[in-house]
């Protein structure tokens, strides 16, 4: 099997001087993860939801604080893009993918952009099909959090693990999911763009020993709570590959939280799976 034969064709594009709005309402409307940014014909970048959900952080330099949506594709993307021929095998394909970290691949023949491979194309694929493990034999450790951290916070964290991170109650079960999607597609308060403001309140102990008590803490911009996705779609650990893979087809979603008697064993991704068809 080869690229060609699970690629995407053909391919939403923008250009380099466009703002990232029109980026990013091309990919909420077409329900896609990376655009490739065309100039006079000739692929010249790609910018994607990591590059412009990243950017939301609200620790950066006051420069690097105006709205996002009028910032130029250019100043996001990333220049140069790894690409493949249409007759690059898929499993060379998987392999750019894990190696280099990247979830999608243009296709570029004569000269030209044909397609795009992303990782949701070699979900599709046969070799998918032929994998027969179970999903505590693929499935990693969890990064967890609170309903209450900040935006910055776990921008930060999803950074550094370049991971999803999952959301949990007090009593440690499970609340919701973050992914690079709900970071790029955040519903902004007002019309400037810019993130809304609240109060948070928490539970603490106002002395060591002390009774605990609901307290002001800090006036913060949106938390967890605010863009987090829910109800979170669940597998368990001794289930199929198979099924994880159909879950992930039928729901449009790109990873399962593991969970066995309410208690959250991991989490099962794409990447995951596609690691399987790389080896």
């Known amino acids: 099997m080869k690229a060609a034969d699970v690629m995407t064709s053909p391919v939403y594009v923008v250009g380099p001087a466009e703002n990232v709005a029109h980026a990013r309402n091309l990919m909420l409307k077409h329900q896609i993860s990376r655009l490739p940014v065309i100039e006079k014909g000739t692929l010249v970048g790609i910018i994607t939801k990591k590059d412009i959900g990243y950017r939301l952080r609200q620790t950066e330099?006051?420069?690097?604080?105006?709205?996002?949506?009028?910032?130029?594709?250019?100043?996001?993307?990333?220049?140069?893009?790894?690409?493949?021929?249409?007759?690059?095998?898929?499993?060379?394909?998987?392999?750019?993918?894990?190696?280099?970290?990247?979830?999608?691949?243009?296709?570029?023949?004569?000269?030209?952009v044909a397609g795009i491979v992303t990782k949701s194309d070699l979900m599709r694929s046969a070799l998918i099909g032929k994998i027969t493990t179970k999903v505590e034999d693929v499935m990693e450790d969890v990064i967890t959090i609170t309903r209450y951290h900040s935006l910055t916070h776990i921008i930060d964290l999803m950074q550094e693990r370049n991971d999803t991170v999952v959301v949990v109650n007090n009593d440690g079960t499970l609340a919701g999911i973050i992914t690079e999607s709900n970071l790029t597609f955040f519903i902004y308060a007002d019309e400037k763009s810019e993130l809304p403001v609240k109060d948070v309140t928490m539970l603490r102990k106002?002395?060591?020993?002390?009774?605990?008590?609901?307290?002001?803490?800090?006036?913060?911009?949106?938390?967890?709570?605010?863009?987090?996705?829910?109800?979170?779609?669940?597998?368990?650990?001794?289930?199929?590959?198979?099924?994880?893979?159909?879950?992930?087809?039928?729901?449009?979603?790109?990873?399962?939280?593991?969970?066995?008697?309410?208690?959250?064993?991991?989490?099962i991704k794409r990447d995951d799976i596609i690691r399987e068809v790389a080896q």
Not at 70 to 77: D, E, F, G, T
Not at 96 to 105: H, N
């Open 61 to 112: 330099p006051a420069w690097r604080r105006r709205p996002i949506d009028h910032i130029p594709v250019s100043v996001l993307m990333t220049p140069d893009p790894a690409t493949v021929g249409p007759e690059t095998g898929i499993r060379e394909v998987s392999s750019l993918m894990i190696g280099c970290d990247i979830s999608g691949i243009p296709v570029v023949e004569n000269g030209e």
């Open 206 to 267: 106002e002395a060591h020993a002390g009774r605990k008590s609901f307290r002001h803490v800090v006036e913060m911009a949106a938390i967890a709570e605010d863009f987090m996705s829910r109800p979170v779609i669940t597998i368990t650990p001794g289930a199929p590959v198979s099924e994880a893979v159909s879950l992930m087809r039928e729901k449009n979603i790109n990873s399962l939280v593991v969970v066995q008697e309410n208690e959250i064993r991991g989490i």
